[in-house]
């Protein structure tokens, strides 16, 4: 674990021996702030602090002023901090375990060195306990923190669909914006794909130092580790509130393997060891050739995403390949403590299929698709089959709406997002999208019984059109994975080409 510490002129008496403690105990420890001789103002110590939290590059923190209260008045103002003063043991570990506090706070004008000692040492043993009434009363914080900046999101959260950003650069974790957006947007997960990483490397210097010689794909797998690790520990506690079926980020393997399921299952397993995260997901192409790399991970005790499926076929068959593995981990005597999302894209049908269709009919392919995905999915796991996972303690499959943000400008930028709103799911909206729902989105109901109707209607008029909607699915997977080998390509020559440049500097 990385410990943040910083103190204040009455504080920083202590911060080196408080330090050495949590060395001893086998801590990462960053020291921020001001050094002795400064007289700074405790606020100041306390927000350099915050922000290492903020941005994901520690993990719990501990502050140093005369009484401990205005540290901990301060540190409470910034976004996913959850500090309290300690002066006892009991205080120090309860803190934790019930309230998943980040941040201790401590006065050394109240306690000596040795008690201090103590409580830093009862304070990072212990671990958030997941019981059903400290999730209760987590979550019940975490409500009140964003009911400060009430917006739209807030009623698709209500409404039971989790938030994720389909999006990842490092500045937003650097200026904490990240950290804002879980606070006060909703956010709860995070999703990436090689075009979103090749566009934040290749499109600013922000991972240039960082970039060293050697193979460009391991580069890159460092890289997007260390900036999905960093989001993964932000998003930790919606991990913990949700009881595993949300707060997860996503990374994928490499395109190249979308036909080999074999090295797909390799890298995946090595991939989650290396992230060391449990909620991390690792994302695995929906393709035909899928399948067996999804069970076998499922069973592995691997989180997966399934990404890029586009009709119910498709999604049928990831559902299948998820269930296949949990019943195989409980055949084995192993628990069902492992989770997946199923991907289905959204904006890019209504791009081929706009000029052959009436206006009746245009930019409506997607939410018919995403609609009758979402029932298939409901059938699947109110059914027998699935109830006997779920006696078991397993959790459904739950369905991601991807792919979110409008191809048309005659759309409404909130359109799908609005459409394919639906109870005990996620979208994973691009950042442009986020920002405007909370903005200007509106809730319109969640998908049931009378959406799903309207779906068969809209595929019967594609049928009619003469638009053959699976052949076009097939279509749309196989395109979707030519354009993530491209990214995939473009991306590590971009490492290359970086990397040859330093070299040559």
């Known amino acids: ?34 050094c002795e001789g400064e007289r700074v103002d405790f606020p100041i110590a306390a927000e ?30 910034f976004p996913g901090i959850r500090a309290a003063t300690a002066h006892d043991t009991y205080t120090a570990h309860q803190m934790v375990e019930h309230d998943a506090a980040n941040v201790l706070t401590l006065g050394t004008r109240v306690i000596g060195p040795e008690p201090a000692a103590e409580i830093v040492r009862a304070y990072l043993k212990a671990e958030f306990q997941t019981a059903d009434r400290y999730r209760r009363r987590l979550q019940q914080i975490i409500d009140i923190e964003r009911k400060r900046t009430m917006n739209p999101l807030h009623d698709l959260s209500a409404a039971g669909q989790a938030v994720w950003l389909d999006y990842i650069r490092r500045d937003i974790l650097d200026d904490g914006t990240l950290a804002r957006y879980i606070s006060d947007l909703c956010v709860t997960g995070l999703t990436s794909n090689p075009s979103i990483f090749d566009k934040a490397i ?36 919606s991990w913990d509130v949700s009881g595993g079926t949300d707060g997860y980020v996503s990374l994928e393997v ?17 991939l989650f060891k290396r992230a060391d995260r449990p909620n991390l997901m690792i994302k695995v192409p929906g393709t035909p050739e899928s399948p067996e ?29 998820y269930i296949r593995g949990i019943e195989r981990r409980l055949e084995a005597g192993l628990d069902a403590n492992v989770f997946s999302v199923a991907s289905v894209f959204i904006s890019r049908w209504d791009t081929p299929t706009a000029g052959k269709v009436g206006d009746d009919l245009k930019n409506r392919l997607g939410i018919a698709c995403g609609t009758l995905c979402h029932r298939a999915c409901e059938e699947i ?14 959790h459904r499959q739950k369905l991601l709406m991807a792919s979110t943000s409008t191809k048309d400008p005659a759309l409404p930028d ?14 994973t909206i691009p950042e442009a999208t986020l920002l405007a729902f909370a903005d200007h989105g509106v809730m319109a109901g ?32 196989s395109e979707g994975a030519d354009a993530f080998v491209k990214s995939w390509r473009n991306l590590l020559q971009t490492i290359d080409t970086k990397v040859g440049n330093m070299q040559a500097s």
Request: a negative charge.
């Open 1 to 34: 674990m990385r410990v943040v510490l910083a103190g204040d002129h009455a504080g920083l008496n202590m911060r080196a021996d408080l330090a050495s403690v949590a060395r001893s105990m086998g801590h990462e420890v960053v020291l921020v702030g001001p």
């Open 48 to 77: 350099a602090l915050c922000r290492e939290i903020m941005a994901g590059r520690a993990n719990r923190g501990i502050l140093l002023c005369g009484s401990g209260a205005g540290m901990c008045m301060a540190a409470n103002r």
């Open 202 to 237: 290749s499109g600013s210097n922000l991972y240039d130092e960082a970039i060293s010689g050697g193979d460009a794909e391991t580069i890159f797998f460092d890289l997007a580790i260390d900036d999905l690790g960093r989001a993964a520990d932000l998003l930790r506690t």
């Open 254 to 270: 490499s395109p190249l393997l979308a036909a080999d399921a074999n090295t797909t299952i390799e890298q995946g397993i090595e």
């Open 293 to 321: 790399a999804i069970e076998e991970l499922i069973y592995q005790g691997v989180n997966v995403n399934v990404t890029l499926l586009f009709d119910d076929v498709q999604y049928r068959r990831a559902a299948e390949a």
């Open 381 to 394: 796991f109110a059914g027998d089959r699935f109830a006997k996972v779920r006696e078991a303690g397993g």
């Open 414 to 427: 909130t359109l799908y997002v609005t459409a394919l709103a639906a109870a005990d799911s996620v979208d």
């Open 446 to 477: 969640t998908l049931g019984e009378a959406a799903w109707l309207e779906a068969d209607q809209v595929l019967a008029g594609f049928q009619a059109a003469g638009i053959d909607v699976r052949a076009l699915a097939e279509q749309l997977q």
